[in-house]
């Protein structure tokens, strides 16, 4: 099994539509996660941490089940400027003690008009 | 311009030879990671560096590479003997980390290395 494994994309919706991304992790030690999203040929930029509760910001609302190691993501009234790809990110403890961020693959995203 | 800074932004060399890459980081932060991207892919882990110390290195990352951070600052990434399997963008990112808990990383503009 992948450390951060991600739905294939790419996801191809209209203008307003609500899509929903979903992400699996291998280390149940993990102990914070985020989205970031990437735009084509620049660096992943951060879109919101995942806390155990759920959190929302705006159109976009992360949540996470820890007990069966899955984060998702949901995109209301998704916009043109939503097109990316949407990376899920693991921050789990390495067998030195120490913890190092892991991505999955990504997810892209195309919104049409 | 406070964030992550790479330099170069893009390389083009001959395989067989060097390069190497500079990274400095936003100034407060402790942690400072590597990552090496291909086309359709997520960022892959390298190394990272936890101020000077290197505590943790990819089984990616075989005896052509090596990374320094000697002042818990910026920090370099070479790859000796390049090939082309070696072509990617090469990821900096920083983070501030405490009592082994890492916040979020911002990442530099990275690296474009073409090998030819």
């Known amino acids: 099994r992948k450390e951060v494994e991600q739905d294939p994309g790419p996801f191809n919706v209209p203008e307003g539509a609500t899509v929903a991304f979903n992400c699996t992790y291998s280390n149940s030690a993990s102990q914070s996660f985020f989205w970031y999203r990437q735009d084509c040929r620049k660096e992943p930029k951060l879109l919101m941490s995942v806390y155990s509760s759920g959190n929302e910001d705006g159109r976009f609302t992360a949540q996470l089940n820890r007990a069966s190691q899955y984060i998702s993501l949901l995109i209301r009234d998704s916009k043109l400027s939503d097109s990316a790809t949407y990376l899920c990110?693991?921050?789990?403890?390495?067998?030195?003690?120490?913890?190092?961020?892991?991505f999955g693959k990504g997810t892209m995203l195309l919104v049409s008009p | 311009d406070t964030g992550v800074s790479q330099n170069p932004r893009h390389k083009i060399t001959k395989r067989g030879q060097n390069v190497t890459f500079r990274c400095d980081p936003i100034?407060?932060?402790?942690?400072l990671y590597w990552y090496r991207q291909t086309l359709g892919q997520g960022p892959e882990f390298l190394t990272y560096f936890q101020n000077e110390a290197q505590l943790e290195k990819s089984r990616l990352l075989s005896d052509r590479f090596s990374a320094e951070r000697p002042k818990g600052s910026f920090s370099t990434l070479e790859i000796q003997r390049t090939e082309q399997g070696d072509s990617a963008m090469y990821l900096c990112?920083?983070?501030?980390?405490?009592?082994?808990?890492?916040?979020?990383?911002?990442f530099g503009q990275g690296t474009r290395l073409t090998v030819v």
């Open positions: 990112a920083s983070s501030l980390t405490w009592d082994r808990r890492n916040t979020e990383a911002f």
């Open positions: 100034s407060e932060h402790n942690r």
């Open positions: 990110v693991v921050n789990g403890r390495e067998n030195s003690g120490y913890s190092t961020l892991t």
